[in-house]
């Protein structure tokens, strides 16, 4: 069974950089053929999907994130980790790790598993 645990600072002011870690067990983060995403959920948006990272270390993005986000990972932690930049009020939401399995044609979404999500408050 893999477990997704997402944590950090559960409040961020405006205008500085939102830092989340999502610590994998049960399943190596480098194994092929899974990437591991960043989604995040509000009322009044619903879910938007940020990006992810592949197995293989490749990171993809979200145009309407990509100008703001970056993914890394820390293989020896087992953890990947999401840093948006210059968040306002409107990044106030939920955010979830997930692993979504590659099958190396279009993208389904199927993710598998999730973490429990984390609520990110940005306000001054």
């Known amino acids: 069974q893999v477990h997704l645990q997402e944590s950090g600072p559960g409040l961020v002011k405006p205008s500085q950089t939102l830092s989340l870690t999502c610590t994998v067990s049960?399943?190596?983060?480098?194994?092929?053929?899974?990437?591991w995403n960043w989604i995040r959920q509000s009322p009044g948006k619903g879910l938007q999907w940020i990006g992810y990272?592949?197995?293989?270390?490749?990171?993809y993005y979200s145009p309407f994130f990509k100008s703001r986000s970056s993914i890394s990972r820390d293989t020896s932690k087992n953890q990947f980790t999401l840093q948006l930049t210059s968040v306002t009020p409107e990044d106030t939401a939920v955010y979830f790790c997930?692993?979504?399995?590659?099958?190396?044609?279009?993208?389904?979404?199927?993710?598998?598993?999730w973490g429990q999500g984390t609520q990110v408050t940005v306000s001054s």
């Open positions: 990272i592949c197995s293989s270390g490749t990171t």
């Open positions: 049960g399943g190596s983060i480098t194994i092929d053929y899974y990437c």
């Open positions: 997930a692993r979504e399995p590659f099958n190396g044609g279009s993208r389904i979404y199927n993710y598998d598993y």
